[in-house]
């Protein structure tokens, strides 16, 4: 059996001496996810990281024998760190495993762009440490999630205590949706074989207190919505009454979408029936939460939630599909902005999606509510459009549901909790096609404030200390199956 108080001093001790240092040089390198960078290969900032991590790896290796790690490039494609480590029995006579079971453990290293508004740093790639808080962009989205895997497999060594054989993987372009992993995982698949685990280290948690287990995630369709009205920007007071503005025309497209008093959306085929078991799930982890379901946003002064009950909220964003505009074009600024109506106007526009909803019939049925008779005969187009389905996690089997809750008593002293995030990881959509029998531990340390993607995102430390005992809990529970 585990000892946790031995794993908690391992973990603690390999984070402060070890994992905090690098992660805060980490932080220092610019690496952008392709869809943010596009010379990304020309600028190096990916593969110092792909080297600064695998040096680290290579030293942990080598206290795991058999252990195995390589950088696979895929022509045309950001790298991906592949690393094999054999199932330990425990004892140091043996070589084979437990089981001939597999246990597939991912993470990501590629990062968000910068975003202004940094107030706890000096920006993105100014680390910080501060009240148990690393602050910079990447570390806790998902930089922390590689050393998290290893160090939970070395708390294990350290108490020769058996686990099953391990694979991880470390993709280098997930905040662009992943669209080098299926090459890779192809690739690989001999390799990696049949997981009946997987471990990804990618998500969020409702607070800091407990281990959170996501139940699902939403998918999503991004695209460009473009009116065009002129050729030319001409004088206001010449055109307007003669010309539609684009942007009205544009809100009034919005609408056939959206309705924008209450936020629903229109489009009957955007929903989906909410399980009975997640729509438990959500009231449980609302009377966990309470008001901190929306109090750990950064709400302007006077504004309020889209509603008063803390189990909506979570079902909106989890079960139910919302449109936000994430960018525009087409507008200069507003101290450049002169007497002139505007010949276009450009929306980014970013809707999520329910888990269960398919992101192809939802773009198609947009795509169209959009360009069909366009005001005014406009030239309106909804293009560039990028997809991904959501995940919907299977049943857990009973000795997970145990594994679960025995962690967080263990290293967080409060049950397991269960509640579906809003965002995407693709992988995690491809991975419940390709092997529909396995089980899947998702979890992670973006809890209240850390601000994925935003200004002043932080790791908090104490949490990814847990979470990484809590995953050798799991993988030990897991080898005694």
């Known amino acids: 059996m585990i000892d946790a108080h031995k794993t908690k001093s391992f973990i603690d001790a390999i984070w402060d001496k070890e994992i905090v240092p690098t992660l805060t040089d980490y932080i220092r390198i610019p690496n952008k996810s392709p869809a943010f960078d596009p010379k990304w290969e020309a600028h190096g900032h990916m593969d110092k990281v792909v080297e600064m991590f695998t040096a680290w790896a290579k030293g942990k290796l080598k206290q795991l024998p058999g252990s195995s790690l390589e950088v696979v490039r895929l022509p045309g494609r950001?790298?991906?760190?592949?690393?094999?480590?054999?199932?330990?029995?425990?004892?140091?006579?043996?070589?084979?495993?437990?089981?001939?079971?597999?246990i597939l453990m991912y993470g990501?290293?590629?990062?968000?762009?910068?975003?202004?508004?940094?107030?706890?740093?000096?920006?993105?790639?100014?680390?910080?440490?501060?009240?148990?808080?690393?602050?910079?962009?990447g570390g806790a989205d998902d930089g922390y999630a590689m050393f998290a895997a290893i160090s939970a497999l070395l708390a294990l060594k350290e108490q020769n205590i058996p686990h099953a054989r391990a694979v991880i993987v470390i993709e280098a372009c997930e905040e662009s949706g992943s669209p080098d992993l299926p090459f890779y995982i192809d690739h690989l698949a001999a390799k990696i074989g049949t997981p009946d685990l997987v471990v990804c280290l990618d998500s969020g948690?409702?607070?800091?207190?407990?281990?959170?287990?996501?139940?699902?995630?939403?998918?999503?369709?991004?695209?460009?919505?473009?009116?065009?009205?002129?050729?030319?920007?001409?004088?206001?007071?010449?055109?307007?009454?003669?010309?539609?503005?684009?942007?009205?025309?544009?809100?009034?497209?919005?609408?056939?979408?959206?309705?924008?008093?209450?936020?629903?959306?229109?489009?009957?085929?955007?929903?989906?029936?909410?399980?009975?078991?997640?729509?438990?799930?959500?009231?449980?982890?609302?009377?966990?939460?309470?008001?901190?379901?929306?109090?750990?946003l950064p709400f302007a002064s006077g504004m309020k939630p889209m509603?008063?009950?803390?189990?909506?909220?979570?079902?909106?964003?989890?079960?139910?599909?919302?449109?936000?505009i994430t960018a525009m074009a087409g507008y200069p600024t507003p101290e450049n902005g002169g007497n002139v109506l505007l010949p276009y106007t450009t929306l980014k526009l970013s809707l999520?999606?329910?888990?269960?909803?398919?992101?192809?019939?939802?773009?198609?049925?947009?795509?169209?509510?959009?360009?069909?008779?366009?005001?005014?005969?406009?030239?309106?187009?909804?293009?560039?459009?990028q997809g991904d389905n959501g995940w919907n996690a299977p049943a857990l089997s009973p000795w997970l549901a145990k594994a679960l809750d025995k962690a967080s008593?263990?290293?967080?002293?409060?049950?397991?909790?269960?509640?579906?995030?809003?965002?995407?990881?693709?992988?995690m959509a491809m991975l419940g096609k390709k092997f529909p029998k396995t089980q899947f531990v998702v979890t992670g340390v973006l809890g209240p404030h850390s601000n994925a993607h935003g200004p002043n995102e932080f790791l908090h430390i104490p949490t990814g200390k847990k979470v990484s005992a809590s995953i050798a809990s799991i993988l030990a529970d897991h080898a005694r199956q």
């Open 78 to 102: 950001t790298p991906l760190i592949f690393i094999e480590v054999p199932g330990a029995t425990g004892n140091p006579e043996r070589s084979e495993g437990p089981s001939g079971a597999t």
């Open 307 to 324: 509603a008063d009950d803390p189990t909506q909220l979570i079902l909106n964003r989890t079960w139910r599909p919302q449109l936000a």
């Open 205 to 296: 948690c409702g607070n800091y207190d407990q281990l959170w287990l996501t139940t699902s995630l939403r998918g999503m369709v991004i695209g460009n919505l473009t009116v065009r009205v002129l050729t030319e920007g001409v004088h206001s007071g010449d055109a307007s009454g003669v010309v539609a503005s684009s942007f009205r025309i544009a809100r009034q497209l919005l609408s056939r979408i959206e309705d924008q008093a209450s936020g629903q959306m229109k489009i009957e085929s955007l929903f989906v029936q909410v399980p009975p078991e997640r729509q438990e799930q959500a009231k449980a982890a609302a009377g966990i939460l309470g008001d901190e379901v929306f109090t750990k």
């Open 409 to 427: 008593k263990d290293y967080f002293g409060k049950p397991v909790a269960f509640i579906g995030e809003g965002g995407s990881i693709p992988f």
């Open 108 to 137: 990501h290293l590629d990062k968000q762009p910068e975003m202004t508004g940094w107030t706890d740093s000096p920006g993105p790639w100014e680390p910080v440490l501060k009240n148990d808080r690393l602050y910079g962009r």
């Open 352 to 385: 999520r999606l329910p888990p269960t909803c398919l992101s192809e019939t939802a773009r198609a049925a947009v795509k169209r509510e959009l360009e069909r008779d366009p005001p005014y005969g406009a030239q309106v187009s909804f293009d560039g459009v």
